[in-house]
């Protein structure tokens, strides 16, 4: 019964912003991590944030002080603000939340559940 579903995406030129949002149904854990993840074309899905049940975040390299992962527990939303976006971060952003009180989590492996997945291109 568990959904996720992002919303937020579409096309920016280079140096834009978008936030991204990830509301999640059926999902009774409100004290549990989270992530957002990427896929370019062609290439493998990596985590860009996350955000654990201690409210802790991580960022990946590639978007550590352009990204910032933040969340509304009472209504199990999860944003991802995205600024100074260049055209590398164009892909697919999956949304995901783990089941466990575990700090932040950029490893897709600890995620029982994803969204279907949002698409961003970002123009240059």
């Known amino acids: 019964q568990v959904q996720v579903v992002e919303s937020g995406g579409g096309s920016v030129q280079a140096g834009g912003s978008l936030t991204l949002s990830c509301v999640i149904s059926?999902?009774?854990?409100?004290?549990?991590?989270m992530g957002w993840f990427h896929q370019a074309p062609g290439k493998e899905r990596e985590g860009v944030a996350s955000?654990?049940?201690?409210?802790?975040?991580i960022y990946a390299d590639s978007v550590k002080g352009r990204f910032t992962v933040s969340k509304d527990t009472a209504k199990i939303t999860f944003y991802l603000q995205m600024n100074s976006l260049k055209p590398d971060d164009t892909g697919t952003y999956y949304c995901?939340?783990?089941?466990?009180?575990?700090?932040?989590?950029?490893?897709?492996?600890?995620?029982?559940?994803w969204g279907q997945g949002i698409q961003v291109t970002v123009s240059s």
């Open positions: 955000i654990g049940s201690d409210d802790h975040t």
């Open positions: 059926g999902y009774h854990y409100r004290r549990r991590y």
């Open positions: 995901a939340a783990g089941e466990h009180e575990l700090g932040p989590q950029l490893n897709r492996d600890y995620y029982p559940y």
